[in-house]
């Protein structure tokens, strides 16, 4: 078992079992031009958890563990997209209308693909979703039950949208969630501290907050401790 620290108290979890969720680092939120920036905001923001997400997934490949990718997105049709969310936020551009990287928030268009500096490996799991929540209208559930995941190490984008309806998704769904603090972002820094707060409050109702150094930590000293047993 690894030990991390972490708010409320320390996640400890199996490393046979785990699994990092990165949720929605796509272009459409974190470039110009995108779907994030046509509701005015500053898609900079977002920005700063790029690195420290680079460094965890780089940790997780080089021990074979679970990775899954998220992205939030819509048929070319538009047949999956609620009036209710479309029709939200004011924004310069809809969903599904054409912008600098193609029609906003379809799946196809180049604003829909993930970051670069963390594109998916072959092996590694895609989950696109047509709402917040990553277990919604997706087949992630039956992903982590047969792969017999039990803890999930959650980063990704917005902190207070797509990271927490997952996580609270999955804290009904009886999955034991890390959201790493540096690894996560909001346009809006209030929201993020808010959302982290939720998280962690009353002895960890909803799941775990850390940060990647003290992640990165523990599994250096577990690394340390399975090399030299004595």
């Known amino acids: ?14 490393p046979g079992h785990v699994a990092l969720l990165c949720i929605d680092f796509q272009r459409d939120f974190l470039e ?17 958890a790029i690195a420290p997400t680079q460094a965890v997934l780089s940790a997780f490949r080089e021990r074979g563990w679970t990775v899954i990718h998220t992205r939030e997105g819509h048929r070319p049709d ?23 990287m193609g029609r906003l928030l379809v799946r196809g268009s180049a604003g829909h693909e993930i970051v670069p500096e963390l594109a998916p490996q072959p092996a590694e799991v895609v989950l696109d979703k047509p709402g917040k929540g990553s277990f919604y209208a997706t087949d992630l559930e039956t992903i982590l039950r047969a792969r017999g995941i039990t803890s999930l190490v959650v980063t990704g984008v ?22 790493l603090s540096d ?12 959302a982290l707060a939720m998280f962690a409050a009353q002895g960890g109702i ?4 850390g ?7 523990a599994l250096e000293q577990s690394s340390v401790r399975t090399e030299n047993p004595e």
């Not at 110009?32 to 700063?48: I, K, M, P, T, Y």
């Not at 690894?183 to 808010?194: D, I, L, N, R, V």
């Open 183 to 194: 690894c996560t972002g909001s346009y809006f820094p209030e929201f993020h501290a808010a």
């Open 158 to 179: 917005t902190t207070e949208v797509c990271v927490q309806s997952t996580v609270r998704e999955a804290n009904d769904r009886g999955f034991e969630s890390l959201v």
């Open 78 to 100: 538009l047949t999956d997209l609620f009036p209710a969310k479309r029709d939200r936020g004011n924004p310069s551009l809809r969903i599904g209308e054409e912008g600098p």
């Open 1 to 14: 078992m690894i030990k991390v620290q972490a708010e409320p108290h320390p996640f400890v979890f199996d």
């Open 32 to 48: 110009a031009g995108g779907f994030g920036e046509s509701l005015g905001n500053d898609v900079s923001r977002l920005r700063s």
């Open 211 to 217: 940060t990647s150094a003290d992640l990165l930590d």
């Open 206 to 209: 909803v799941g775990w907050v």
